[in-house]
């Protein structure tokens, strides 16, 4: 019988014998990563020299076999029995996302900044490292890097994948600044005019200059201006 066997019976474990009569129990030791049994002196069961719980112990089967030492029998009689070992990971991965600066600013002529990040995870069962994603507002709308950030606040999460499945995520804001001023284009020169008869002012016309910008569509600046074509002007320097 496995457990508890007759005065006379042996208990094989890994070919390593076992004092008869005495029964044991068998415990999954978390700080040596082994199953061990609560019987000192007993030795820990080895499966296939595994010692974490990233693959090899799971679905192994462990076999104990007992054998009695019947010296009026020439054949010694075995019973044995069995178990198989389920390991689930249940632990998350662990992540840490990166940290931005306060600002960036947007690149040359772009309403955008072109940013790379980076995140990192570890997970228990460390023989594979997680995968990361990134992606902003909803998981369908995954990013990669470099990414074109808008002018304004953009958060993006970050999920990391172990090889069983479990996600875990965490979040960063990216804040790009537009500091460009708009570029003018065909502003006039200086114009001298000859006051009109009998008054000492004159009417001016001139075409009005362009402008473009890296965020603002033309049609959208705001312009403010002191005076408009065909203004009158006093004799003088305005």
Request: glycine share 8%; charged share 10%.
């Amino acid at each position: 019988v496995i457990g508890n066997p007759p005065g006379n019976g042996t208990i094989y474990v890994n070919g390593t014998a076992v004092t008869a009569g005495t029964s044991f129990t068998i415990l999954w030791n978390a700080t040596n990563n082994n199953l061990e049994t609560s019987q000192s002196g007993f030795p820990p069961i080895s499966i296939q020299g595994a010692a974490n719980f990233s693959g090899d112990l799971n679905g192994i089967t462990v076999t104990l076999r007992a054998q009695d030492t019947d010296a009026a029998s020439p054949t010694a009689n075995t019973a044995q029995c069995s178990f198989t070992v389920t390991v689930t990971d249940n632990q998350q991965p662990e992540i840490t996302c990166p940290a931005p600066a306060a600002s960036y600013p947007a690149d040359a002529g772009k309403c955008y900044a072109a940013l790379t990040f980076s995140a990192s995870a570890t997970d228990n069962c460390g023989a594979e490292t997680p995968t990361i994603l990134y992606y902003i507002g909803t998981i369908t709308n995954t990013i990669t890097f470099p990414y074109n950030f808008p002018v304004g606040s953009t958060t993006v999460t970050a999920r990391a994948t172990d090889v069983n499945g479990l996600t875990t995520e965490c979040s960063f804001t990216v804040v790009v600044t537009d500091n460009q001023v708009p570029v003018l284009s065909g502003c006039p020169g200086n114009i001298t005019r000859t006051s009109s008869a009998g008054v000492c002012t004159a009417l001016v016309s001139w075409t009005e200059p362009t402008a473009t910008d890296n965020c603002t569509p033309s049609g959208s600046l705001v312009w403010t201006k002191s005076h408009t074509p065909g203004s009158e002007f006093s004799a003088g320097t305005t």
